[in-house]
């Protein structure tokens, strides 16, 4: 895909498809609940946008530092925990507006509730556990504020 001639990176992509398709993107991604989640670099205090699935939990979202498995978190995981007042878009199923929220680490057994109904409702992510090994994958609960 190009955007004014410039090959778009994967999260670019879908970051773009998101906002032309009130919340909705196409593979890998297509039918899963996506948000876009604003988070400022802990070092350059740059403003960065994650595009993450999410699990509805009462009114707040969880999202997960799964990185595919990788052995290492995410970027966005330490900035938002440097920096957790931020916001989210959301699609249209959810209001399609941006969303003041704090983020806040899940531990424990609000954590693994979380989780593992996570696992349940895309199984791709038991699969990440498996890869992340040892690393525990972080459950980030965005609460709106």
Known sequence: MHAGGV???FNTRVIREFRENDGRVGPPFEGAPMILVHHR???S???HVAPLVFQQV???FAVFASKGGAPVHPQWYANLLANPDTTAEVGAEHGGREVPVRARELHGEE???VWEEQKRRMPGFADYEVKAAPRVIPVVLLEPR
């Open 41 to 43: 670099g802990r070092r």
């Open 111 to 113: 954590r693994a509730g």
């Open 45 to 47: 205090g740059t403003e």
């Open 7 to 9: 090959t778009e990176d």
């Open 58 to 60: 009462d009114a707040a």
